[in-house]
């Protein structure tokens, strides 16, 4: 399995931006698709974001398009998470995943490894 540690969350005031990066180790990274998935206090886990083993393809959440913008850099094992105009209701446990099947996940069962979380906390 790939090994995902999270980083760049913290406290921002609402309409400001923060982005968020998930280094991957162990596994050649490029064989994996990688999600950004996030838990707000009491609510389950939900999908954000997907991006395609080359970058080329990209998926979003209703809540996320427009102000989130994922992205990838294979060269340095790296997956990415904009994230602008934020809003309170984005606080949450911001998780990357990684997925090794062809099509774009977009539920959690589509994903077998996961980082940590990093706190993302959007004050009004």
């Known amino acids: 399995q790939v090994q995902l540690v999270e980083s760049g969350g913290g406290l921002v005031q609402a309409g400001g931006s923060l982005r968020l990066s998930c280094a991957a180790s162990?596994?050649?990274?490029?064989?994996?698709?990688m999600g950004w998935f996030r838990q707000g206090p009491g609510k389950e886990r939900e999908f954000v974001a997907v991006?395609?083993?080359?970058?080329?393809?990209?998926a979003y959440a209703e809540s996320a398009k427009g102000r989130f913008t994922i992205s990838r850099d294979n060269a340095k094992n790296t997956v990415y998470l904009q994230m602008n105009s934020l809003k309170p209701e984005d606080t949450a446990v911001y998780y990357c995943?990684?997925?090794?099947?062809?099509?774009?996940?977009?539920?959690?069962?589509?994903?077998?490894?996961w980082g940590q979380g990093t706190q993302v906390t959007v004050s009004s």
């Open positions: 995943a990684a997925d090794t099947r062809a099509n774009l996940g977009v539920t959690e069962g589509d994903f077998g490894s």
């Open positions: 162990g596994r050649i990274f490029s064989y994996y698709n």
């Open positions: 991006i395609g083993m080359s970058g080329d393809n990209t």
